[in-house]
């Protein structure tokens, strides 16, 4: 299949590339590498793509409507993971506008690609912020998820309502991906692991928000790109049973699916610090602070849609994902890539 994946140079983006790229498919990778972190993480990690024959990147923003527009009319994608997005529930609270044009004119302008250019199926990015203020655990897609705690899950709940009218109007597959508290090998720096690794490495105190009191489903990065490709080849259809009077919030009456893709186990955060803390043989200086306003205390996935629709359940545990995680680390950044 010819493929293209936006966020191409993201954590998520470049393993998922690589994926599909080891299977055979041809793959366009698509990103803006903006500065929102290190740009040469993203380059670096682009670099682990380019000596594959059936990789091509291009540079470009999904804001950019002629753009999008002429990247589709000439490229003919068979199939689409969109993964580009502005991430960060805190940075949210500082620069909304920047979700407002990635998460929400740059999903436009990709659905109206997908749309005239005949794509056979979009698989696209949420996130389990969207659960927000939902306290009935697991977290399931079949609850209404109508009250978000930031803009950035606003922003992504917007993105399962578009993309779901585009389903439903020009039937259009989509399946939309709610990804659970991801880490793993050349991951985000703004996230908690890679945050809390440099500061112990570096004898800096660690920010442990809630008091340590979170608890998260922690999902390794090759579970999540298993369960994204699997997804890929798995074209959303109509849910023939679904009913408009009651209706079921993970499908739809069009070619229109939602999956949670989550270790379905919460961990304590003092434990996944803990392990950390046990990989890199130090012990943390931890500042206990309380929770940050869009954040929720707990998170816990249920995945038995994803098993029973493509047949995969995560389960890589956090103690060989933490070890993954640190080897790669120490690696990249002691031989001076970083």
């Not at 041809?26 to 000596?51: F, I, W």
């Not at 659960?131 to 950035?152: C, W």
Request: proline content about 6%.
């Amino acid at each position: 299949m010819k493929v293209l994946v936006t966020g191409a140079a993201g954590f998520i983006g470049s393993h998922v590339a690589k994926k599909l790229l080891a299977r055979g498919d041809e793959v366009v990778g698509l990103d803006n590498l903006n500065e929102y972190y290190d740009p040469t993480l993203k380059r670096a990690r682009l670099s682990r793509l380019q000596n594959e024959p059936e990789w091509r990147f291009r540079k470009l923003d999904l804001v950019d409507r002629s753009g999008m527009m002429e990247l589709f009319k000439t490229e003919r994608f068979d199939r689409v993971v969109h993964l580009a997005a502005q991430a960060g529930v805190r940075y949210s609270m500082e620069n909304p506008m920047a979700y407002v044009e990635s998460n929400l004119v740059g999903q436009t302008n990709l659905l109206e690609g997908c749309r005239h250019g005949g794509v056979q199926h979009l698989v696209y990015a949420s996130t389990s912020s969207v659960y927000g203020a939902n306290t009935k655990m697991p977290f399931s897609v079949h609850q209404n998820v109508d009250h978000p705690l930031s803009f950035y899950a606003a922003t992504k709940k917007a993105n399962e309502l578009m993309a779901h009218t585009y389903s439903a109007l020009y039937q259009l597959p989509t399946t939309g991906l709610r990804f659970f508290t991801v880490y793993g090998p050349w991951g985000r720096p703004d996230m908690a692991l890679f945050k809390f690794t440099k500061a112990i490495l570096e004898g800096q105190p660690i920010d442990v928000f809630n008091y340590g009191n979170h608890r998260r489903d922690f999902t390794y990065i090759d579970d999540i790109v298993e369960g994204v490709v699997r997804c890929l080849d798995k074209v959303a259809t109509p849910n023939p049973d679904w009913d408009a009077d009651a209706p079921d919030p993970g499908t739809s009456f069009a070619p229109y699916r939602l999956y949670n893709i989550g270790n379905q186990g919460p961990i304590e955060l003092m434990r996944y610090i803990e392990v950390l803390e046990e990989r890199l043989g130090k012990t943390a200086e931890k500042r206990m602070l309380p929770m940050q306003p869009g954040d929720v205390p707990d998170t816990w996935a249920d995945v038995e849609a994803l098993v029973n629709d493509v047949g995969y359940r995560p389960a890589t545990p956090v103690e060989e994902g933490i070890a993954q995680f640190v080897d790669w680390y120490v690696s990249y950044y002691r031989n001076g890539q970083g």
